[in-house]
């Protein structure tokens, strides 16, 4: 009919989808690190998006999950995706804004503004993920940043951490250099571990590859931590933390 507009189509039938997301929900912002990212170096974006991936998979069908140092959270919606609930948090008020103000209704976290070396954060959950964080935080202060994690979990709760490793380091840059205080060797970070969980199983990454490699070789490692040591276990009922 003459005035009426015509509306856009892709060549391909099956790809009018993107357009028909696209006009409902908008295009999504990458959130201000994964920007950061994406400007200045974008294939670290695969390598970030491959650990929230393996994350996810370790933790599936988790009913109540726990991120410590979120950031923009760009990467926990793929963790969101295999878990009943998360919640998600930093001590850093610009990056919790920054979730909140990209939040989709579709894909919803709770968001904590919250510092783990100040104490456990309320809730029992039943799984925590840390994805380079430890590394910024001082050797003397990371056994209680690790109590402060562990108290926050259920008593079956299952943690993993993932850092750079120490050897790494001379290839990182100077950005993350700055910040790198505490990167550790593959038997280093599972000494950090041990004291609060009988089982940890150490991986090695390079690039967006998981595998069960030499330590030394490895740019990050991981450490999946699980039956927590009558030792770590804290005052409380059902594993829920009470001051």
């Known amino acids: 009919m003459k005035g009426q507009a015509v509306k856009e189509a892709t060549k391909e039938q099956q790809y009018g989808a ?6 409902e929900k908008g295009v999504a912002s990458l959130g201000v ?8 170096d974008p294939k670290r974006l695969l390598f970030v998006l491959a650990r929230y991936k393996f994350a996810a998979r370790m933790l599936a069908g988790k009913t109540n999950v726990l991120e410590i140092g979120c950031a923009d959270a760009f990467g926990s919606r793929i963790v969101r ?12 008020p610009v990056f919790t804004k920054d979730v909140q103000e990209r939040m989709s209704p579709d894909w919803p976290m709770q968001v904590r503004l919250h510092d783990m070396l100040s104490g456990p954060i309320d809730g029992a959950f039943d799984a925590a993920y840390s994805l380079d964080v430890m590394e910024h935080i001082a050797e003397k202060d990371e056994h ?10 259920t008593d079956d709760g299952v943690l993993l951490i993932g850092m750079p490793s120490l050897q790494s380091q001379q ?27 009988a089982n940890v199983f150490i991986f090695s990454m390079n690039d967006e590859v998981v595998h069960t490699g030499f ?6 490692l991981f450490a999946l931590c699980c039956n927590r040591r009558r030792s770590a276990s804290r005052n409380g009922v059902n594993g829920k933390h009470t001051s």
Not at 81 to 92: E, H, I, P
Not at 144 to 153: G, H, M, P, T, Y
Request: charged share 20%; aromatic share 14%; proline share 4%.
């Open 18 to 23: 993107c357009l028909d997301v696209r006009d």
């Open 33 to 40: 690190m994964t920007n950061f990212v994406w400007q200045t």
């Open 81 to 92: 995706q295999f878990v009943k609930s998360l919640t998600v948090s930093d001590f850093d």
């Open 144 to 153: 209680r940043f690790l109590k402060n994690i562990v108290d926050s979990l």
């Open 171 to 197: 290839y990182a840059s100077p950005g993350s250099l700055a910040g790198h205080v505490n990167c550790k060797t593959g038997e280093g970070l599972k000494q950090s571990v041990d004291p609060f969980f």
């Open 215 to 220: 330590y030394p070789m490895a740019h990050y």
